[in-house]
């Protein structure tokens, strides 16, 4: 009889623990737990509500008047192989995200299946800095991997329709309208590598490197010069190396 008890017993609080877990209420986990640990406030981002379990759920974010709704969905099952896989998606005024993270003990995995962005939605955010943009920025297929919160792994590609731009240069704003941009993005022998061309052209006209010491490496060619109709001289070709920067990023 007490064997029997006892057996209920375990069975009663197993089954709690089970139940408080998976209807735990996220908004408890963020004003308890997270918030207290992150401050967003000088990033200018807000978490206006949440509603949902950690699980699955919703939360209303505002960056900076644009505000986004991001929604959230776990698959429990990918516990089975010691990965926590989670749905993300972000719809707001910027446009839409679709991507999942996925939580594994020697790291983690973001992949973006798939994002289109309206950059004119941005320039409220950025003309503090005298910039504007205009255009569609698309992602398709980013996958990331992360050891320790440091990218190791790369691989995808990207977009950009083209269109009106503005920054600053010396005292003057200058404005400019570029053609289509493509990007692509992948790993070799530990290097993670980003190039960057224009429609018309058979080169990269910016390169940029990340190894696997965390140093990064960042260079423009003279074709972007000419795309944004800056002065440079002619003597020179228009895949040469005009801007070159090397640092230490971690």
Partial sequence: MIKKVVLYFVVFVISLMVFLVVLFPANILWQRVLEPQMNLAPMGVRVEKIRGTIWQGEALINYRSIISILSWETQGAGLIGLQLPIELKVVSQAGALKSTLAI??????VLIREAEIQLAALNPVLKQNK??????????????????????????????SGGDIAYPAGREVHQRNLPVFRAS????????RLAIRDAQASFDVISASLDEQGVGMMSITRRLLDLSREPWSQNS????????????LF
């Fill in 237 to 248: 070709r228009e895949q040469d190396v005009v801007f070159k920067v090397k640092k230490e």
């Fill in 104 to 109: 594994r003990p020697a790291g983690m995995g």
């Fill in 131 to 160: 910039l504007s943009l205009d255009g569609v920025l698309l992602v398709k297929d980013l996958e990331l991997q992360l050891e320790n919160l440091r990218p190791v792994k790369a691989d995808g590609m990207a977009s950009w």
């Fill in 185 to 192: 993005i992948d790993t070799q022998d530990g290097v993670i």
